[in-house]
C-alpha cells in the first residue's frame, strides 16, 4: 500500500517538473490530534505540490494511529488547497489557511473499508487542524501539525518568499 502512495506522490512530483510549476515542495510532517472521546491520534505525513503566487495545491499521504486499539490505524490520501494571507502594514505573520478532501484505507484486514475524510487548517510551520471522518460513524479530531515544506525549485517560499 505504502509503495503504491509513493508512487503517487512521485507522478505528482514529475508533473509539477515537467508543467514547470513556480515552485514544487515537499512537506514532511508530524499531526498530533485528539478526538471527541479524548483518544491521543499520531498522523505522520508528507505533502507533495506546488506554491504559486500565494496559492498551493498538493496531494498529502499519511498513516493515522492510536494506543487505543478502538481507534483502529489507517492510510490516508489527500487532495488539499489552500492560501497565504496577504501580508499588511500592521499585520507582520502571515499565515497558511486551507482544507482538503480524501479517504482513509485500514491498515489491518480485519477493520472497515474505505472511508471518507475532510479537513481543515491554518498556520505556518506550526498548524491547527479539525479532521472529519466517516467510519462507521462520524469521528472528528482536533489538533495540530508540525510541518517542514522544502522548496525544489528556487529559495522563495510563504512568507520568506521575495
Known amino acids: 500500500m505504502m509503495k503504491r502512495m509513493l508512487l503517487v506522490l512521485g507522478t505528482v512530483f514529475l508533473f509539477c517538473q ?6 514544487p515542495y515537499i512537506s514532511p510532517g508530524l499531526g498530533f490530534s485528539w478526538d471527541f472521546n479524548g483518544h491521543f491520534i499520531l498522523s505522520p505525513k508528507v505533502s507533495v505540490g506546488i506554491f504559486e503566487n500565494g496559492i498551493f ?8 494511529s492510536s494506543s487505543d486499539e478502538k481507534i483502529y490505524p489507517h492510510y490516508y490520501v489527500e487532495v488539499q488547497s489552500g492560501k497565504l494571507t496577504e501580508p499588511s502594514d500592521h499585520k507582520k505573520t502571515q499565515l497558511f489557511f486551507g482544507g482538503g478532501i480524501g479517504f482513509t484505507l485500514p491498515i489491518n484486514k480485519n477493520d472497515s473499508g474505505v472511508s471518507f475524510r ?9 498548524f491547527l487542524n479539525v479532521t ?4 462507521e460513524k462520524i469521528q472528528t479530531e482536533l489538533g495540530g501539525q508540525v510541518v517542514l515544506p522544502i522548496p525544489l525549485k528556487g529559495i522563495e517560499f510563504g512568507p520568506f518568499g521575495g
Open 118 to 126: 475532510v479537513s481543515a487548517f491554518t498556520g505556518y510551520l506550526l
Open 18 to 23: 515537467s508543467a514547470k510549476c513556480q515552485i
Open 57 to 64: 495545491y498538493n496531494i498529502t499521504i499519511g498513516r493515522s
Open 132 to 135: 472529519v471522518i466517516h467510519m
